[in-house]
């Protein structure tokens, strides 16, 4: 039932920001969902790389803290991440999804940062 959609991604140049957008569908609890973006390049496992609470707490993996910014909105039932100072090491398929629970994967949005 619930499913999830990614959007935004594309081709920045090296310190270039890009906006990505997860929105959850097939349910009325998203305020509930501790909700995570993950990325994958070929050959390499999914990374996660933001979390954010039901409170708006974020967490961040090393390598994109200070660059990355993990946000929700409950009334369009998004949550954002909004990645600055893109680097090549950045490129990869982003992906969402709920804590705990891994709903089926949506399709994913290609970030490729290329000089």
């Known amino acids: 039932q619930v499913q999830l959609a990614e959007s935004g991604g594309g081709l920045v140049q090296p310190g270039g920001s890009l906006r990505l957008s997860c929105v959850v569908t097939?349910?009325?609890?998203?305020?509930?969902?501790?909700m995570q973006w993950f990325r994958q390049t070929p050959g390499n496992q999914r990374e996660l790389v933001a979390t954010?609470?039901?409170?708006?707490?974020?967490n961040y993996a090393e390598s994109v803290k200070g660059r990355f910014t993990v946000s929700r909105e409950t009334a369009t039932k998004t949550v954002y991440l909004q990645m600055t100072d893109l680097r090549p090491e950045d490129t990869a398929v982003y992906y969402c999804?709920?804590?705990?629970?891994?709903?089926?994967w949506g399709p994913g949005t290609q970030v490729t940062v290329s000089s």
């Open positions: 999804n709920r804590l705990g629970v891994s709903y089926a």
């Open positions: 097939g349910t009325n609890f998203f305020n509930t969902f501790v």
């Open positions: 954010i609470t039901t409170s708006s707490n974020t």
